[in-house]
C-alpha cells in the first residue's frame, strides 16, 4: 500500500510540474525531460509512472478534472447557492483555478490532433457537462442537452476570457454574467 501512496504522490507532483511548464513554457515544452527537472526528479525515474510525453499531457488534464470534482464535492449540497458555488469552481478565480483552466484550455487544443489526449479530453469535457447538468437539476431546472451545453458553452467563454485578461483585474463580472443567465433560466 505505501508503494501506491508514493506513486499516486508522485504522480500528483508530477503533473502539477508539468501544469507549471505548460504554463510558463507553453505545450511545445512539455517533454518528459523539461516534466521531470521542473519536479526535480531523474527523466528515468519520471519514466516510471509516466513514461512518454503523451502520458504526462494524459495524465495532466485528469489532474484538472480530479482537482475541480474534490472541490465540487467538498461543497455542501444543501447550500442554496450549490449550483453557483459549483459552476465557479470551473471558473479562473483564483491562482490555482487560473493554472487548472490554462492547462485544460491548452491540452484542450492539443486533443484536436492527438488521439490519446483526445479521450482524455472527452471524459474532462464529459466531467464538466456533468456538473452543469447537476447544477440545472439543484436549480429545478430542465437538464435537457441543448440547456446543458448553454451553460457549458457559457462557463467556457467565460473561463477564455478571463484567461486573456490581466490577472490583477477584477473578475467579478464574470460572475456576475453567470449569475445573470442563472436567473434568467
Not at 89 to 105: A, G, K, Q, Y
Request: proline share 3%; hydrophobic share 50%; aromatic share 4%.
Amino acid at each position: 500500500m505505501p508503494r501506491s501512496l508514493d506513486r499516486d504522490e508522485r504522480l500528483a507532483a508530477v503533473s502539477q510540474a508539468a501544469w507549471r511548464v505548460l504554463s510558463r513554457q507553453g505545450i511545445e515544452a512539455l517533454s518528459v525531460r523539461n516534466v521531470a527537472a521542473e519536479a526535480g526528479l531523474a527523466p528515468s525515474s519520471l519514466r516510471y509512472v509516466l513514461p512518454t510525453q503523451a502520458s504526462v499531457r494524459v495524465h495532466a488534464i485528469e489532474l484538472v478534472v480530479e482537482r475541480f470534482s474534490e472541490r465540487i464535492n467538498a461543497l455542501d449540497r444543501s447550500r442554496e447557492d450549490w449550483a453557483r458555488a459549483a459552476l465557479a469552481e470551473l471558473l479562473p478565480l483564483d491562482d490555482e483555478r487560473r493554472l487548472e483552466v490554462r492547462v485544460f484550455v491548452s491540452l484542450g487544443a492539443a486533443a484536436l490532433t492527438s488521439e490519446d489526449l483526445g479521450a482524455a479530453f472527452e471524459r474532462a469535457f464529459a466531467a464538466t457537462r456533468k456538473v452543469c447538468a447537476k447544477a440545472l437539476r439543484s436549480l429545478g431546472r430542465p437538464a435537457s442537452h441543448v440547456e446543458v451545453a448553454r451553460l457549458h458553452a457559457l462557463l467556457d467563454g467565460l473561463a477564455v476570457h478571463m484567461l486573456h485578461q490581466d490577472v490583477r483585474a477584477d473578475s467579478r463580472w464574470a460572475l456576475k454574467a453567470l449569475d445573470a443567465h442563472l436567473r434568467a433560466g
